[in-house]
């Protein structure tokens, strides 16, 4: 009941099914010296998925002297595969990506890797 006193009604249709929880391919977990520039995230189809949202951000305060990296999300379509980063990346710096998939019905996996620039 709203607070005019009208009466609402409706339904929704959970499902509580789980897609594959995303398996990330490149940089693989626990990678040192990955390329400054050309970031390459890569990570296997997930079945059945809506949507993939990536973040990439730094796993740690950066070295003495240097910038903070940013934070970056991407929403991308289900089936896409990769995504590729042009920037370039602190030297020496530990980051942590994730990605997760998103099913239609709304359930979401989420699988992450961390990797060090050279």
């Known amino acids: 009941m709203t607070t005019t006193g009208l009466h609402l009604r409706s339904s929704a249709v959970l ?3 789980f897609l594959r929880a995303p ?3 490149a940089p693989a977990d626990g990678s040192k010296h990955v390329p400054r520039t050309g970031l ?18 730094p796993d740690a305060a ?3 002297g240097a910038l ?5 999300t991407i929403d991308l379509p289900g089936g896409a595969p990769r995504c590729r980063f042009r920037m370039v990346r602190s030297r020496g710096v530990k980051h942590v990506v994730d990605v997760k998939a998103l ?14 620039t050279e």
């Open 68 to 72: 903070p990296a940013p934070k970056f």
């Open 23 to 25: 398996r990330i391919l």
């Open 103 to 116: 099913a239609k019905g709304g359930s979401l996996t989420v699988t992450d890797a961390r990797f060090t």
């Open 40 to 57: 390459t995230i890569e990570w296997a189809k997930v079945a059945n998925a809506r949507r993939i949202h990536l973040e990439l951000e």
């Open 15 to 17: 499902d509580y099914r």
């Open 62 to 64: 950066p070295p003495a």
